[in-house]
């Protein structure tokens, strides 16, 4: 979280400040995002699948020297991931679901590029504040007594934390007339929810989020 604080001003300083030397663009793309369950318990499980969603943002470039230039940035990300939990941790009982998870985020990386000629490496934090979940698919609940089947959808925003902190990197490439192309992969350090589901209290996994974007860039030109 104090990375997020840290990011937040130093950011929209830079994204707000008009310089020779800066160069203000805009980036589409798709993305991909899995969810890891780094608990290690055989008990309680979770598996995920990716599916694509996507990204639109803007970014400002300043240049430090002809080597290396800070790189904030403001993007919408839409993450969408198939999920599978299996919660067999008490006696008697169980929790399986398995669903479709819908995300969308507000995400602020602020990274440091390394240019060689027209292709560069990246690398900072990011934070993000999560704006919206929903789930969609089918649980199954069971006791001593029996089992209990359900579909749901449902909106999940309440149910997943709402600010994540992230370590991102990449590369790319400058193409003429001020495009280009980019990768960049991130990994969630903070935990997205410790439980989920409607038996025993929930899922206690350690949840973390990590994501794969490629995306198409525009770069205005900078003033003289």
Same mark, same amino acid.
């Given at each position: 979280?104090?990375?997020?604080?840290?990011?937040?001003?130093?950011?929209?300083?830079?994204?707000?400040?008009?310089?020779?030397?800066?160069?203000?663009?805009?980036?589409?793309?798709?993305?991909?995002?899995?969810?890891?369950?780094?608990?290690?318990?055989?008990?309680?499980?979770?598996?995920?699948? +990716?599916?694509?969603?996507?990204? /639109?943002?803007?970014?400002?470039?300043? %240049? &430090?020297?002809?080597? #290396?230039? $800070?790189?904030?940035?403001?993007?919408?990300?839409?993450?969408?991931?198939?999920?599978?939990?299996?919660?067999?941790?008490?006696?008697?009982?169980?929790?399986?679901?398995?669903?479709?998870?819908?995300?969308?985020?507000?995400?602020?990386?602020?990274?440091?590029?390394?240019?060689?000629?027209?292709?560069?490496?990246?690398?900072?934090?990011?934070?993000?504040?999560?704006?919206?979940?929903?789930?969609?698919?089918?649980?199954?609940?069971?006791?001593?007594?029996?089992?209990?089947?359900?579909?749901?959808?449902?909106?999940?925003?309440?149910?997943? +934390?709402?600010?994540?902190?992230? /370590?991102?990197?990449?590369?790319?490439? %400058? &193409?003429?007339?001020? #495009?280009? $192309?980019?990768?960049?992969?991130?990994?969630?350090?903070?935990?997205?929810?410790?439980?989920?589901?409607?038996?025993?209290?929930?899922?206690?996994?350690?949840?973390?989020?990590?994501?794969?974007?490629?995306?198409?860039?525009?770069?205005?030109?900078?003033?003289?």
């Amino acid at each position: 979280m104090k990375l997020l604080h840290l990011a937040l001003p130093v950011a929209i300083t830079l994204l707000l400040t008009t310089a020779a030397h800066a160069q203000f663009g805009v980036t589409a793309g798709v993305t991909t995002a899995t969810i890891t369950d780094k608990s290690g318990r055989t008990d309680r499980t979770a598996a995920a699948t +990716e599916h694509l969603g996507y990204q /639109l943002g803007v970014f400002y470039e300043h %240049k &430090l020297n002809t080597r #290396f230039s $800070l790189r904030p940035g403001l993007q919408f990300s839409r993450q969408n991931t198939g999920l599978s939990v299996d919660d067999r941790s008490v006696a008697d009982g169980s929790y399986k679901a398995d669903y479709r998870l819908r995300r969308s985020y507000l995400d602020l990386p602020v990274l440091v590029q390394v240019n060689f000629g027209r292709f560069y490496l990246e690398a900072g934090p990011q934070g993000s504040l999560l704006l919206f979940a929903h789930e969609k698919g089918n649980e199954s609940v069971g006791s001593i007594v029996g089992t209990y089947n359900s579909d749901f959808e449902r909106p999940a925003t309440d149910r997943y +934390e709402r600010f994540d902190v992230a /370590l991102c990197a990449g590369l790319g490439v %400058k &193409l003429p007339a001020g #495009f280009g $192309l980019g990768l960049r992969a991130s990994t969630g350090l903070l935990y997205l929810r410790q439980e989920f589901g409607s038996y025993g209290g929930g899922y206690h996994g350690s949840l973390r989020n990590q994501a794969v974007q490629a995306s198409v860039s525009y770069q205005l030109q900078p003033r003289s």
